[in-house]
């Protein structure tokens, strides 16, 4: 980076996470806009969508209202560490450490409420593993034993208790979860690349006939959806 960029770095962190959350908030207010309705002139609230009652405005798909829950959760995830990181940063007054503390806690209650899997577990696993790279150049294997052993007793069962959790762990336990891979398309999509690159191992199809050779394959396990989309 530039020697601009190096200087600001501390501002980019914070602008970057301030503005993560003014996206977080703008999400819990479009959420609760979306929940709210009134007929003759009584207001009710209900989070639950007519045409989809199972689901919540507040909760994954509809609370990342126009964007992929696991990219905003990639964005949140990072927004996480940098307020940990400025919480730790002994330079701030405590004011400005306890509002990036807060801001964490946030972050993460919006990883839960966005329900995307890959973000639930990157937190599991970097948490874990930011503790211990904060505490063991102190030394501290008591103090880090403890709060892992704290972190994994209070998150575990929160973890689990999201939805989309439990009906991934559901699918694993039943033996369900083999069976939706090994049909998802872009598995399909990559078994039937394998079988090209071995009939054609040095020379390929070329770019231009591609589809081509993959759309006969396709033909061959009887999957029209990926033939009419080639």
């Known amino acids: 980076p530039g020697q601009k960029v190096i200087k600001k770095w501390k501002f980019l962190l914070k602008l970057f996470a301030g503005s993560t959350m003014l996206y977080i908030i703008l999400c819990f207010i479009v ?5 709210v ?26 609370f990342s209202f126009n964007q992929h829950p696991t990219y905003v959760a990639m964005y949140v995830t990072l927004s996480l ?10 330079s701030l007054t405590l004011a400005r450490r306890i509002i990036w503390l807060v801001s964490g806690f946030i972050y993460l209650i919006t990883i839960y409420l966005l329900s995307s899997r890959s973000g639930i577990l990157a937190v599991a696993i970097l948490i874990p593993v930011y503790i ?14 403890v709060v892992l052993l704290l972190f994994m007793v209070i998150a575990i069962p929160i973890i689990r ?5 439990k009906i ?7 033996g ?13 999509i990559w078994n039937s690349a394998l079988k090209i690159i071995k009939k054609n191992p040095v020379l390929g199809v070329g770019i231009g006939d591609v589809r081509t050779e993959l759309a006969k394959e396709y033909d061959k396990i009887g999957n029209q959806d990926l033939i009419d989309s080639r």
């Open 81 to 90: 560490f940098i307020a940990f990181e400025f919480f730790n940063d002994s």
């Open 37 to 62: 309705s009134s007929s003759n002139g009584i207001f009710s609230f209900n989070p639950h969508p007519p045409e989809h009652y199972w689901l919540n405005y507040f909760y994954g798909t509809y």
């Open 132 to 145: 211990i790279n904060k505490l063991r150049h102190k030394k501290k294997w008591l103090a880090i034993a």
């Open 161 to 165: 208790s999201n939805e989309r959790i």
């Open 168 to 174: 991934s762990l559901d699918k694993i336990s039943s």
């Open 176 to 188: 369900s979860v083999i069976a939706k891979i090994t049909e998802d398309s872009r598995i399909l």
């Open 31 to 35: 959420a609760f806009i979306r929940s």
